[in-house]
T-cell receptor, first 114, second 111 residues
Framework: DVKVTQSSRYLVKRTGEKVFLECVQD?????MFWYRQDPGLGLRLIYFSYDVKMKEKGDIPEGYSVSREKKERFSLILESASTNQTSMYLCASSFNIQATDTQYFGPGTRLTVL | QKEVEQDPGPLSVPEGAIVSLNCTYS??????FMWYRQYSRKGPELLMY????GNKEDGRFTAQVDKSSKYISLFIRDSQPSDSATYLC???????????FGAGTTVTVRA
């Protein structure tokens, strides 16, 4: 069974703090993703990584960076958290990058920035 | 205007009813159409996908695509309380990882 785990279920941070969200997958997938999910907006891709140290910007990368030093771990970094980054953050991984290939999602981290 | 619009719901139906979920889209380049199911406090999971126009059936679930109307549907027959979840449509033009998601419709099936 594929498992994608995220470091925290809930996180509360203050404006201006540096925030790290961690994601680990156990299926040796090449591809990993970070999304945010907001009411009325659906899922929006922040960053995608197709290999260690390789990344591509998604639709909304502003204010975020990522790190992939090991194949199984993909980190999302908020350099200076702002209130408009309050959201549910979902990590996913997949074997292939085809749209029809299953992306396996973690349970999400609900981040509140005060 | 968003690229993908989805009926927001919420939808509440009695057990055994047919559930009908819909999305419309504006990008005529979309060819790959997916439905994801998201249970409360969980990440989404791929339910089924369809390429181009037509129908696809998987057990109690039927996905329909009408590219001429830019309209896709998911039907759940004989709905069960375990079908209670948020359903998200997603689309892609080139069968790569760049998906455009709908906002999701929350469905509750009452026992």
């Amino acid at each position: 069974d594929v498992k994608v785990t995220q470091s925290s279920r809930y996180l509360v941070k203050r404006t201006g703090e540096k925030v790290f969200l961690e994601c680990v997958q156990d299926m040796d997938h090449e591809n990993m993703f970070w999304y945010r999910q907001d009411p009325g907006l659906g899922l929006r891709l922040i960053y995608f990584s197709y290999d260690v140290k390789m990344k591509e910007k998604g639709d909304i990368p502003e204010g975020y960076s990522v790190s992939r030093e090991k194949k199984e771990r993909f980190s999302l970094i908020l350099e200076s958290a702002s209130t408009n980054q309050t959201s549910m953050y979902l990590c996913a991984s997949s074997f292939n990058i085809q749209a029809t290939d299953t992306q396996y999602f973690g349970p999400g981290t609900r981040l509140t920035v005060l | 205007q968003k690229e993908v619009e989805q009926d927001p719901g919420p939808l509440s139906v009695p057990e055994g009813a047919i559930v009908s979920l819909n999305c419309t889209y504006s990008n005529s380049a979309f060819q790959y159409f997916m439905w994801y199911r998201q249970y409360s406090r969980k990440g989404p999971e791929l339910l089924m996908y369809t390429y181009s126009s037509g129908n696809k059936e998987d057990g109690r679930f039927t996905a329909q695509v009408d590219k001429s109307s830019k309209y896709i549907s998911l039907f759940i027959r004989d709905s069960q309380p375990s079908d209670s979840a948020t359903y998200l449509c997603a689309m892609s033009a080139s069968n790569d990882y760049k998906l455009s998601f709908g906002a999701g419709t929350t469905v509750t099936v009452r026992a």
